[in-house]
């Protein structure tokens, strides 16, 4: 193809349609955007957006302006397992009145899938480890009350096919390799056309806002099974190594120069690593006061992710051994290593 890919209308020759999809929560960084791309015999999805009426139909006029229905819906790649990404997957299933293949990493299919865990069963986990962080119990019961209402925005699919991390998919006028970016989720998905130099990034690179680094305990509430923030400084230094000319982000328009945005990026996480290092300079802190001296103003509504934020940055800091922490049996404390 002639020429660069570097703004949107560039995309229409790929048959590739962004359409924003309107969420509820304004810490996700606006609407979430739904990829439609031509396929072979109707229109690809990468993403389907929020499960919310205002979402649906956001979707549904998004591809009826590009000239497409959900009947035409021949796959949806689900780039990770949050719900403003696959809420609307099972609607525009059950709209194709047909079989309709979706697609995601294994290590994200247990959050989306009709038979994985759910959030609410392992409530007890979550409450029992942001104790040990010094977070106070009433706190907790809200922030438990808020995190739960937004699965509400999302129903659970029943069949998700594993796509595993190298797979080439292949459109009517493009084709894209699957990349496996663990970080904002384990089993979070870009899709890399290296012959245009172009990402469909999901949320693992934004242009304007970090992403979320979100704790993850197991199944049964083992912690530091899944470090966020220390798998996403791997992931995004190969997305850095990447030519790109223009990448597809979660949240907001289509953005180039990529390499200055990660830099970026990465430059805020060592300036507020090196925040919480002068913080503990003065003596030991839990986690919670922590939070409170990288986010003095915290609502409840947001402490979930402010504390996934601050545990994430510390155990970067953990990793490369610069903090240490104990356990007296009820509370975590961090301090500097000797």
Known sequence: MAGAITTE???AALGVTRIPVPVPFPQAGGPVNVYAIEDEDGVALYDSGLGSPEGEAALAKGLGDAGWRFEDVTRIVVSHGHVDHYGAARTVLERAGRPVPIYAHPDDIPKMSESGWRFRDRLPHYAAYFLKLGVPAQEIAAMSAEVSGGFKLARRIPELRPLAGGEVLRFRR??????????HTPGLVCLHDAERRLLFAADHLLEKISPNPIIELGADGQEGTFRPLVAYIRSISKVRA???????????????????????????????????????????LSGYEIARVLFPAVRVKDLFLVMSETVANVEVLEARGEVRRSDDGTLYRYALAA
């Open 242 to 284: 990447l030519d790109l000319d223009l990448v597809l982000p979660g949240h907001g328009p289509a953005f180039t120069g990529h390499r200055g945005v990660i830099d970026g990026l990465l430059g805020f996480y060592r300036k507020r690593q090196s925040r919480i290092l002068e913080a503990l300079a003065a003596g030991p």
């Open 174 to 183: 493009l084709s894209a390799e699957v990349l496996h970016m663990p970080g």
């Open 9 to 11: 209308a560039d995309l």
